[in-house]
């Protein structure tokens, strides 16, 4: 029960966090106010700087569920071509439930650049993941 506990409640954890900040019509709400407004104030080469954090947050929190998903799948060894799969397609199911889950949010909406970013975040989470064990 502990190895479980160990492997895979990170990982529940984590996935709870990301329903919990989907579920919020307003997640920017979720900064603190001076923050929120330097970066709705912010532009960078013309685009409003929270063009670039909302999709700088898919790849983050992903990365973070599809690192955690490696260590739980792979447990202490490199992802094998099958691990790869398994945790990306783990991952990329879950992308696409919490895009869906958000399509009943008031103020939100289904979007596939979303879960193509959440993509990108899973899949460097694995190849650091990898690199990390390599290094051991």
């Known amino acids: 029960m502990k ?16 329903f919990l900040i989907s579920a919020n019509s307003n997640p920017y709400a979720l900064i603190p106010e ?5 970066i709705y104030l912010t532009h960078v080469k013309g685009i409003r ?21 490696a ?26 439930s919490d895009e869906v889950h958000q399509f009943f949010v008031p103020l939100r909406a289904f979007q596939l650049t979303d879960i193509l970013m959440d993509s990108i ?11 990390m064990q390599s290094k051991r």
């Not at 160990?6 to 529940?12: A, E, G, K, Y």
């Open 121 to 131: 975040g899973v899949v460097v989470a694995m190849l650091l993941y990898n690199w």
């Open 71 to 96: 260590r739980a799948v792979s447990w202490k060894s490199a992802l094998t071509k099958r691990d790869f799969w398994i945790v990306f397609l783990l991952s990329v199911a879950y992308a696409l």
């Open 34 to 38: 001076s923050i929120f407004e330097w």
């Open 3 to 18: 190895t479980f506990c160990s492997r895979w409640l990170p990982v529940i954890v984590w996935a709870a966090f990301i």
């Open 49 to 69: 700087l929270t063009k670039i954090v909302g999709p700088i947050s898919h790849v983050a929190q992903f990365a973070i569920f599809g690192f955690l998903l």
